[in-house]
Nanobody
Framework: QVQLVESGGGLVQAGGSLRLSCAAS????????MGWFRQAPGKEREFVAH????????YQSDSVKVRFTISRDNAKNTVFLQMNSLKPEDTAVYYC???????????????WGQGTQVTVSS
């Protein structure tokens, strides 16, 4: 059973930084591409960033490009989201997710964490 546990959220002022972590278990972590998503109150969940199983390929949504960086440590079964220059519109619950197929950057995301709240004050 795949388990993903996010941490690192909190309250930060605009312009500040946070680093989110997602610890994974129940899967061969180094074989799975991972992603970060977020959901703001009253809005649909949106994609934030993706990283391939080996960390070679990454991409982010246009709204966070340059400001957010996704990375992973396969030795620690953990994926990270470094968020800089935070804006009030970044306020949301952030979720990590694992794709359903190994060695795939295109399989759907099928396993989700419980989320961590990020609040950016103006």
């Amino acid at each position: 059973q795949v388990q993903l546990v996010e941490s690192g959220g909190g309250l930060v002022q605009a312009g500040g930084s946070l680093r989110l972590s997602c610890a994974a278990s129940g899967l061969t972590f180094s074989s799975y591409s991972m992603g970060w998503f977020r959901q703001a109150p009253g809005k649909e969940r949106e994609f934030v960033a993706h990283i391939s199983w080996n960390g070679v390929s990454t991409y982010q949504s246009d709204s966070v490009k340059v400001r957010f960086t996704i990375s992973r440590d396969n030795a620690k079964n953990t994926v990270f989201l470094q968020m800089n220059s935070l804006k009030p519109e970044d306020t949301a619950v952030y979720y990590c997710a694992a794709r359903t197929a190994a060695y795939s950057d295109y399989a759907e995301f099928g396993s989700w964490g419980q989320g961590t709240q990020v609040t950016v004050s103006s």
